[in-house]
């Protein structure tokens, strides 16, 4: 098992940034990817980005240019930069990580933190 636990969610004024960290814990050890998705109130989650062991990464179209994922695999956590923050960006940001075993891809999620842009 993996246990993810985000922090740094919160208020911030449209334009403003946030940071969001990830830190996984347990059974780390071949973990790939790992990422950050949202689910904003009364819609579908969706991918914000992702960063592979390798740093390999990958962005949703509504984030390129703004959010930077990073990774430190020493330290088994990943990271969000957000910049230029709107207010479509509000929602709670959930971390995943994925691990493939025996040809099976598990994904473990964290608790999510809010993330709310005021205009």
């Known amino acids: 098992q993996v246990q993810l636990v985000e922090s740094g969610g919160g208020l911030v004024q449209a334009g403003g940034s946030l940071r969001l960290s990830c830190a996984a814990s347990?059974?780390?050890?071949?973990?790939?990817?790992m990422g950050w998705y949202r689910r904003a109130t009364g819609k579908d989650r969706e991918l914000v980005a992702t960063?592979?062991?390798?740093?390999?990464?990958n962005y949703a179209d509504s984030v390129k240019g703004r959010f930077t994922i990073s990774r430190d695999n020493a330290a088994n956590m990943v990271y969000l930069q957000m910049n230029s923050l709107k207010p479509e960006d509000t929602a709670v940001y959930y971390c995943?990580?994925?691990?493939?075993?025996?040809?099976?891809?598990?994904?473990?999620w964290g608790q999510g933190t809010q993330v709310t842009v005021s205009s």
């Open positions: 995943n990580a994925q691990k493939l075993l025996y040809a099976t891809m598990y994904n473990y």
């Open positions: 347990g059974s780390t050890s071949s973990i790939d990817a």
């Open positions: 960063i592979t062991y390798g740093a390999r990464t």
